[in-house]
């Protein structure tokens, strides 16, 4: 596990303040991820290929918003 205590994090310059930003830190070999309002909390490692395919795929807007997905039917 990668030392964080001197990672430098940042966001997205297009985050807003509502609360519901990631904060990404570039350890060289890695990147890390972790959520703003919890700094103390888990960070998620990313390798170097593992991150530039997430990037890629943010870029060219291939995600789907989980509220955005129709919702299956399910018996009662």
Do not use: Y
């Amino acid at each position: 596990m990668p030392d964080l205590s001197r990672a430098r994090w940042r966001k997205s310059t297009k985050s807003q303040d509502n609360g519901g930003c990631i904060e990404v830190a570039d350890l060289q070999q890695a990147m890390a991820v972790r959520d703003s309002k919890d700094p103390a909390g888990p960070a998620l490692i990313f390798g170097r290929q593992q991150w530039s395919g997430f990037v890629a795929r943010a870029s060219a807007e291939k995600f789907v918003c989980a509220s955005d997905r129709p919702q299956a039917s399910r018996p009662l």
